[in-house]
């Protein structure tokens, strides 16, 4: 397992365009994704989980893989979040 925390910089939150936007990164990796808020752990590759945990700007995120290519699943996510999901 591997894991890493992250700050939530888009202002509109982790909605619609953006949880698209990193659910596709997720998907292409064969491993288990989560992601914690506060303590609950959603399905980083379901768009109604990730839509449910209601992430805004500013909350801290803690990305979780488990499995093949585990430590680029996360990698890859934890700069979607802080980089590509921005202007969106």
Request: glycine share 4%; charged share 25%.
């Amino acid at each position: 397992m591997y894991e890493q925390k992250v700050i939530l910089t888009n202002e509109i939150g982790l909605h619609a365009r953006p949880a698209s936007i990193f659910i596709r990164a997720a998907v292409k990796f064969p491993c288990d994704i989560t992601v914690e808020k506060n303590g609950r752990s959603y399905n980083a590759k379901s768009i109604m989980s990730v839509l449910s945990m209601s992430a805004s700007n500013g909350d801290e995120l803690i990305v979780r893989a488990s499995g093949d290519n585990e430590q680029e699943a996360v990698k890859t996510l934890v700069d979607v979040i802080e980089n590509k999901i921005n202007n969106q």
